[in-house]
């Protein structure tokens, strides 16, 4: 008599079985199958909130470490304007500053003017005492009453051949009733290559000779101005005031 497993395909058949089921059966794993879209929103959730984790980390962090970024940003803020407004005070002031420089820049001119302006004044002063004494002087000569008379007379020269002369003519006494009306000339003794030269200013024919006409009543001031050549050197000058082609007057200055 066989047994129950005498037949050999049905033991092979139960041999395959408990295979399948027992400590040998082969290992099953169970997925479950999701769309790729969820799996792309899980992925992009997961990484926000990796990236918000990290942000409330790093903040933590300078909170902790006594840096805090609103502090920061408040803080930088407050540098922003209060830098503005120095530099608004500082465009004030350089503008405060331009505005004194330019008043006193006035001020210094004005007071430069008013120096020279006090010097002249000193000056024509000093002129009018002098005019005044020899006015004086005139008025108590002995001379012949309403003769002609040449004061103060000065030459100077500008190192460029250019010379300046000025006088005060006046009629001399004291009743002063004439007029003198003549002109004025001027001979000019000059040292030229050597040589002794005579120059009469004005020359005969000259064009500038209504510039040496002198008309005046009691006194005159007289100014002007000669050239000789540059080689030359001046040694002396006549003035002469002559009426009618009379000689009424003259006086030498020697340099």
Do not use: C
Request: a positive charge; charged letters at 25%.
């Amino acid at each position: 008599m066989r047994g129950p497993f005498a037949n050999p395909r049905l033991a092979l058949t139960l041999r395959r079985w408990r295979g399948r089921f027992g400590i040998s059966a082969p290992r099953v794993a169970v997925r479950t199958h999701l769309p790729w879209y969820w799996r792309a929103i899980g992925a992009v959730a997961i990484l926000a909130l990796s990236l918000a984790l990290a942000g409330w980390i790093y903040d933590a962090g300078r909170r902790f470490s006594g840096v805090d970024r609103g502090a920061t940003e408040q803080e930088l803020n407050t540098l922003r304007a209060n830098s503005s407004a120095l530099e608004l005070e500082l465009a004030r002031l350089r503008s405060l500053a331009d505005a004194s420089e330019s008043k006193l820049q006035i001020e210094l001119t004005a007071q430069q003017q008013l120096t020279r302006q006090a010097k002249a004044l000193e000056e024509e002063n000093d002129r009018l005492k002098q005019d005044l004494s020899v006015f004086e002087a005139l008025a108590q000569a002995e001379e012949k009453e309403g003769s002609l008379s040449i004061n103060r007379l000065r030459v100077e020269a500008d190192g460029t051949g250019l010379y300046r002369y000025r006088m005060l003519v006046a009629i001399q006494g004291g009743k002063k009733e004439r007029e003198f009306n003549g002109s004025l000339q001027l001979a000019i003794t000059l040292l030229q290559d050597g040589k002794s030269v005579m120059m009469v200013l004005p020359s005969a024919g000259a064009s500038v000779v209504r510039d040496y006409d002198l008309k005046f009543k009691y006194f005159r001031r007289v100014e002007g101005t000669f050239k000789v050549p540059t080689a030359a050197r001046v040694r002396s000058v006549e003035v002469r005031l002559l009426q009618d082609g009379v000689l009424k007057a003259s006086k030498i200055a020697a340099m």
